[in-house]
């Protein structure tokens, strides 16, 4: 039987509130090709003969380059976000993709209640562990983002940053801390 004497938890999804989602939104509207051409510099130069293959991915499924171009590939964003959020809720090791991925998702209409039901989704044909873990990545990611409102650091290069903080709870466990800044620096 459950205590009626536990502390009540704010569910995961209201973290975040719909101002603060609007906030985010308006600054990566502004500069929508950020997180591809981060992730385009960061793997071009953790492996160059890997560059034009990942290249032909950013541009295939991502928004990209200076004008933005539009992603070639017919699959809406928003789409294929829910599908990497649930592919990556079920990976062992750093979780800084899916908090990546988590805050793509929401920029481009996802909203908090639908990535939890994807994670739970996910969970439930990956295991419960998956699910644990990508609700830890996700209330850790809504509390960044959530953090970087109230300092009003929102641009998608502050969100990125935040995200791989080695003081960040999803650190990454896979990028070089000094690596991943030195490439946001090259962006800016």
């Known amino acids: 039987m459950i205590s009626k004497t536990a502390p009540a938890i704010t ?11 609007h906030v985010l939104r308006k600054a990566y509207e502004r500069e929508p090709a950020v997180l591809a051409e981060f992730a385009a510099t960061t793997y071009d130069g953790l492996f160059p003969p890997g560059s ?3 290249d ?16 070639l590939s017919p699959l809406p964003q928003r789409d294929r976000e829910v599908v990497l959020i649930a592919l990556l809720s079920l990976r062992r090791g ?10 793509w998702g929401l920029m481009v209409g996802l909203d908090p209640e639908e990535v939890g039901e ?10 419960i562990d998956s699910y644990t873990l990508g609700l830890g990545a996700m209330t850790s990611t809504l509390n960044t983002l959530k953090n970087l409102v109230v300092t009003n650091r929102t641009t998608p290069l502050q969100v990125v940053r935040a995200l791989s903080s080695p003081d960040s709870e999803s650190s990454p466990a896979s990028l070089n801390p000094a690596d991943v800044a030195r490439r946001l620096d090259d962006l800016t």
């Open 11 to 21: 569910p995961v999804y209201e973290i975040l509130t719909k101002q603060e989602l």
């Open 52 to 54: 034009t293959i990942f």
């Open 56 to 71: 032909a991915i950013t541009a295939r499924f991502y928004t990209h380059g200076a004008p933005p171009e539009k992603p």
């Open 94 to 103: 750093s979780t800084v993709p899916l908090a990546m991925h988590i805050y």
């Open 118 to 127: 994807v994670l739970l989704l996910a969970g439930v044909y990956g295991g």
